[in-house]
C-alpha cells in the first residue's frame, strides 16, 4: 500500500536548522510530487512548498521561501524538507503528502518539531 | 492568496442525524478550461495526520463511506455527512488547490451531541 513514513521528532534551539525526512513506498516514487504542510499546535493547516519528484522542480510558499529547502533522492524514494533560522513559531506538526494534482493523498504520519531554548 | 472560511467552528450532532459544514472561498475556484473545481475535504481525527475525502468537490476518494457527500461550485461548498456515526468525530478542512499558495479553511470540529 501506498505509505510515507516520516523521521522523528525534533528538539531545537531558536536559530537552528532542521532536516525532516519523508520516506514513500507502495507507488512509482517519481510519478507524482510530495507537498509539506504544518500545523501548529491546536492549529489548522498550513502549505510550505511542493517538490517534483521526477525532476526537482519546487513551488514554495512565499512565506517560507528564504528559510524552506525541499530535496528528494530517488534513489532512496526520500523527500527531505530542511527549516532554517528556526523560531518558537515553528514549533509544529510538519507533514509530508503524495501530491495528486495538488491534492494530498496520503499523508506521513507527521514529525513534531519543537523550537525552545 | 485565496482566503477558505469555514463555518461553522464547530457543531455538535446526535447520532445517525445530518451534519452540515460550509466552505467559502474568497475568489472562484472552479477552472474554466476544464469546467473543474479545485476544492477537496480532509478529515483529522485526534492524533493523526489529514485523510483526503472528497476531491473535484464533489469526487469520493475510494474507500470513502458514501454518507459522505460534496457539493458546489464557485465560490460555495458544502461537506455532507448525511447519518453521523461515532466514527466520524474529527476536525474536517476544506482545500483549494486552484492556486499557490495552497490554502485551507480553518476547521470544523464535529463531536456527538
Known amino acids: 500500500q501506498v505509505q510515507l513514513v516520516q523521521s522523528g521528532a525534533e528538539v531545537k534551539k531558536p536559530g537552528a536548522s532542521v532536516k525532516v525526512s519523508c520516506k514513500a513506498s507502495?507507488?512509482?516514487?517519481?510519478?507524482?510530487?510530495i507537498s509539506w504542510v504544518r500545523q501548529a499546535p491546536g492549529q489548522g493547516l498550513e502549505w510550505m512548498g511542493w517538490?517534483?519528484?521526477?525532476?526537482?522542480?519546487?513551488n514554495y510558499a512565499q512565506r517560507f521561501q528564504d528559510r524552506v529547502t525541499l530535496t528528494t533522492d530517488t534513489s532512496t524514494t526520500t523527500a527531505y524538507m530542511e527549516l532554517r533560522s528556526l523560531r518558537s513559531d515553528d514549533t509544529a506538526v510538519y507533514y509530508c503528502a503524495r501530491d495528486k494534482s495538488n491534492c494530498f493523498d496520503p499523508w506521513g504520519q507527521g514529525t513534531l518539531v519543537t523550537v525552545s531554548s | 492568496d485565496i482566503v477558505m472560511t469555514q463555518s461553522p467552528d464547530s457543531l455538535a450532532v446526535s447520532l445517525g442525524e445530518r451534519a452540515t459544514i460550509n466552505c467559502k472561498s474568497s475568489q472562484s475556484v472552479l477552472h474554466s478550461s476544464n469546467n473543474k473545481n479545485y476544492l477537496a475535504w480532509y478529515q483529522q481525527k485526534p492524533g493523526q495526520p489529514p485523510k483526503l475525502l472528497i476531491s473535484w468537490a464533489s469526487t469520493r476518494e475510494s474507500g470513502v463511506p458514501d454518507r459522505f457527500s460534496g457539493s458546489g461550485s464557485g465560490t460555495d461548498f458544502t461537506l455532507t455527512i448525511s447519518s453521523l456515526q461515532a466514527e466520524d468525530v474529527a476536525v474536517y478542512y476544506c482545500?483549494?488547490?486552484?492556486?499557490?499558495?495552497?490554502?485551507f479553511g480553518g476547521g470544523t470540529k464535529v463531536e456527538i451531541k
Open positions: 517538490i517534483s519528484a521526477y525532476n526537482g522542480d519546487t
Open positions: 507502495g507507488y512509482t516514487f517519481t510519478t507524482y510530487g
Open positions: 482545500h483549494q488547490y486552484y492556486s499557490t499558495p495552497l490554502t
